[in-house]
């Protein structure tokens, strides 16, 4: 008979903390490319509290703007919680700046989008 400790862990009791890598200094401050993507967004969807609590979110996004798969992928990781409901989630005014972005960047930066089989 298997005991308590004889089981794996599933995926709602793995401790996510863990599978981070040590930050590092992009992961903590607004790099100059991070600044620069900030700055070129619309005033209206311009995320300043994700920037402020999440520097490496805004640095990662300045990499993906321009690649719209990469790009719409990392918004729905963001958005959407993949680890069986033990997510803690974004504060709610980053929440919807996150999906203020999301709308925008989908209608106004790359509207067109194009399957692989058309």
């Known amino acids: 008979m298997a005991t308590e ?6 995926a709602a009791a793995q401790d996510y903390g863990k599978l981070r890598h040590p930050p590092g ?15 070129s967004n619309d005033e209206s969807v311009r995320p300043k509290e994700l920037s402020a609590a999440f520097p490496r979110i805004v640095n990662h996004m300045a990499r993906l703007w321009r690649t719209p798969r990469q790009m719409d992928r990392y918004f729905e990781d963001l958005l959407t919680d993949n ?7 974004f504060p709610f005014g980053v929440l919807m700046e996150l999906s203020a972005l999301k709308q925008h960047y989908q209608s106004k930066v790359f509207p ?7």
Do not use: H, Q
Request: net charge positive.
């Open 5 to 10: 400790s004889d089981r794996k862990p599933n």
């Open 25 to 39: 200094r992009d992961d903590l401050e607004l790099s100059a490319e991070g600044r620069t993507w900030l700055a």
């Open 83 to 89: 680890r069986g409901g033990t997510r803690k989630g």
């Open 112 to 118: 067109i989008r194009r399957d692989v089989w058309e």
